[in-house]
């Protein structure tokens, strides 16, 4: 793979085939050490159907050829790395398959290749005989293989299926397989080896047990020794050599052509060319969501493309994730983005999780009155929806549609900057003057209420009746600054123009609408002309009426924003 070429569209699929199969591998080998809580004898006789299962030719080769390639294509993955700055569940998740084939080589050296080398019968009970009874130490090695194969297994599967519409209704049970299995599996092997304890104190068992299983001589135990310290040695050497080519790799890579990636703060980050956009915002430690890890099957990592005709256009994988949540043409992902010459990019939700390092300017965090767009949206009919759900599906809901509304926020321009229930605040020109901020959030509006549609006909068969937001808009004078005490500060506005966009975030109920927004909102954003109904109403606190608009085609804002200037 030379420097500017991205992983190969193949190489993931296939390491997730042979990780599947070896998944199912140790689910079965598993289930046969929980056979140990009936008896020794139950666990002897399940050993049989397993055998049938993996121990014949097809079974052995689909096996040992998953596992080659599976961790052949982890260090190819290591290798086209640019950056070992990954968040911490990644980088477990890779120790942890690190560690497994050195680990593999002390058990399957003793059972399966011992038995097809001087045809050594690998009884559960030799074996725990032999590594629970007279050797702890390998008891002990045979428990962290089990950890770490069973755990990197699981966080594989949790990492690959979580984005799946059905996941959050059956994580609650396989989060309870992931954690029983292994738990089940140890008891069954410590029932199993109080037996043999038991049957080993017995005169001649043992003598007996290593005869009648062709237990290996001292001779073939040596080469067995040898054979095991080959293999450790060779997985080891292989990660080792890994890591030393992609160090070479980087560092003549930085003796090409070096582009630059600038931020909205001002930084920018010299790169490779062929690095992606994400592998520069951690290597640089800018802070930058990839919930996914980078593997293009999320959106959280996109990125809004200062216009740049030269980039090449999205692969396949990228861009069905981007026509999933209906992003604009200037619109990318993170890691799938490889620039060939300087860019400008800002990263959209990203501002949403940290939005004083993104978005505000420093002075209006210690409290400044600014000229702003002030958006409250609240999902209708919401406690009714939730009253028949668990917990978890509640909360799974909420972040779908926390994640439809802030993204559009994001995109938009503005900051999402609290969530409340079922309701969202939103803020429009903290960075920008007030005609954009009104233009910015009335597009908002539009795309949230898109979005929010999208994901009701996604759900529609896990949901009562259709989602449903209303939004209210208003625009003045309020003052900016962070709040909150000790770690935990956020972004925030106070003042009557917040009141007042809650008030009519309100009346989309009176009204029967999904937006009503001040007059002011309307004209700001230069859509004074459209002829959208008009309403005085009276707002406490307020001695004179406001003049509000409602906005019951909401379809209709896109296109007359777009003539504005403003898009997403």
């Known amino acids: 793979m030379t420097s500017n070429q991205p992983v190969r569209p193949w190489v993931r699929p296939v390491r997730l085939g042979c990780g599947l199969l070896l998944f199912a591998y140790l689910f079965t080998h598993f289930a046969n050490h929980a056979f ?281 994988q990228e861009l069905a994730v981007l026509q999933r949540i209906g992003a604009g043409p200037d619109v990318r992902l993170a890691c799938q983005l490889r620039p060939t010459r300087d860019l400008a990019v800002t990263p959209l939700l990203s501002a949403i999780g940290a939005v004083a390092s993104n978005r505000a300017p420093r002075e209006a965090l210690g409290g400044r009155e600014r000229q702003i767009a002030v958006l409250f949206a609240d999902l209708r009919g919401f406690t009714k929806i939730a009253e028949n759900k668990l917990p978890y599906d509640v909360v799974f809901l909420l972040n779908r549609y926390f994640e439809a509304v802030g993204s559009a926020v994001a995109e938009a321009g503005g900051i999402a900057n609290q969530y409340t229930g079922d309701g969202v605040m939103a803020l429009f020109g903290v960075s920008t003057n007030i005609e954009t901020a009104c233009r910015q959030a009335l597009l908002a509006s539009s795309v949230m209420i898109r979005r929010v549609e999208e994901l009701s006909r996604e759900l529609e068969d896990e949901l009562p009746a259709p989602l449903r937001i209303g939004i209210g808009i208003h625009a003045g004078a309020a003052v900016v600054g962070e709040i909150g005490y000790a770690d935990t500060h956020y972004l925030t506005a106070v003042g009557d123009t917040v009141n007042t966009a809650s008030r009519l975030e309100a009346l989309t109920k009176q009204y029967g609408c999904d937006l009503v927004v001040s007059e002011l909102v309307s004209k700001r954003a230069g859509l004074g002309h459209i002829d959208f109904p008009h309403h005085d109403i009276t707002v406490r606190n307020r001695e004179a009426p406001l003049t509000v608009v409602i906005i019951d085609e909401v379809r209709r804002l896109a296109g007359h924003l777009a003539v504005a200037g403003t898009t997403i």
């Open 36 to 316: 140990g809580l009936v008896s020794l004898h139950a666990m002897e006789e399940a050993r049989h159907s397993f055998l049938a299962l993996w121990r014949n030719p097809l079974g052995e080769t689909a096996l040992l050829g998953a596992l080659v390639v599976h961790w052949w294509l982890g260090l190819w993955l290591i290798y086209g790395r640019r950056t070992l700055r990954m968040p911490v569940w990644e980088a477990t998740q890779i120790i942890l398959g690190l560690t497994v084939p050195p680990l593999l080589a002390y058990h399957i050296v003793g059972t399966r290749v011992a038995n097809a080398m001087y045809g050594s019968e690998d009884l559960y009970t030799r074996v725990i005989l032999g590594a629970w009874v007279q050797n702890p130490a390998a008891g002990v090695l045979q428990v962290g293989l089990l950890t770490a194969a069973w755990t990197h297994g699981c966080m594989g599967l949790h990492y690959w299926l979580r984005f799946r519409t059905w996941y959050g209704r059956v994580f609650p049970v396989l989060l309870a397989f992931f954690v029983l299995m292994p738990v089940l599996a140890l008891l069954g092997i410590a029932e199993a080896a109080r037996e043999v304890s038991v049957l080993a104190r017995q005169p001649e068992f043992v003598a007996r047990l290593l005869t009648e299983t062709r237990a290996p001589s001292s001779a073939q135990t040596v080469t067995l020794a040898q054979l095991r310290d080959g293999l450790v040695t060779i997985a080891w050497a292989l990660l080792a050599a890994t890591l030393v080519a992609r160090i070479v790799r980087e560092q003549l890579s930085w003796r090409h052509l070096t582009i630059r990636i600038r931020y909205p703060d001002g930084r920018e980050v010299p790169i490779p060319v062929g690095w992606t956009v994400l592998e520069a915002s951690r290597s640089a430690l800018i802070p930058h969501l990839s919930v996914c890890g980078g593997r293009g099957r999320c959106s959280t990592c996109r990125i809004r493309v200062a216009g740049d005709s030269a980039l090449a256009p999205p692969a396949p």
